[in-house]
């Protein structure tokens, strides 16, 4: 399974980015996948997550990014993806998406350490 996650780019505060993540590969019926996020010196932060079996889907969020990014999911295209609204500087961070194959209890989701495939980074830049 590849993740290939693309839309980082250079933004003001206040403005909005789309990222998306595809997996290649493989597509599943049960699973979670999430963002995560990582500055310099500092561990990789869980930002929002998607899970799924069969039908049923649920979603979490970071509470620095809760009402301002909305994750979710194409099923034909086997993509997520991650769209933040009203960014602000401290969203500045290199992006990670991130697939479980499984759908991940609500303790877990958050803990980079659970995830079986990562995508490559992508930058996401605020600008004051």
């Known amino acids: 399974v590849q993740l290939q996650a693309s839309g980082g780019g250079l933004v003001q505060a206040g403005g909005s980015l789309r990222l998306s993540c595809t997996a290649a590969?493989?597509?599943?019926?049960?699973?979670?996948m999430s963002w995560f996020r990582q500055t310099p010196g500092k561990e990789r932060e869980f930002v929002a997550g998607?899970?799924?079996?069969?039908?049923?889907?649920?979603?979490a969020y970071v509470d620095s990014v809760k009402g301002r990014f909305t994750i979710s999911r194409d099923n034909a295209k086997n993509t997520v993806y991650l769209q933040m609204n009203s960014l602000k500087p401290e969203d500045t961070a290199v992006y990670y998406c991130?697939?479980?194959?499984?759908?991940?209890?609500?303790?877990?989701?958050?803990?980079?350490?659970?995830?079986?495939?990562w995508g490559q980074g992508t930058q996401v830049t605020v600008s004051s």
């Open positions: 998607i899970r799924w079996s069969g039908g049923n889907k649920d979603y």
């Open positions: 590969g493989r597509t599943f019926s049960s699973a979670t």
């Open positions: 991130a697939a479980a194959t499984k759908r991940l209890i609500s303790s877990s989701r958050s803990n980079s350490n659970q995830y079986d495939y």
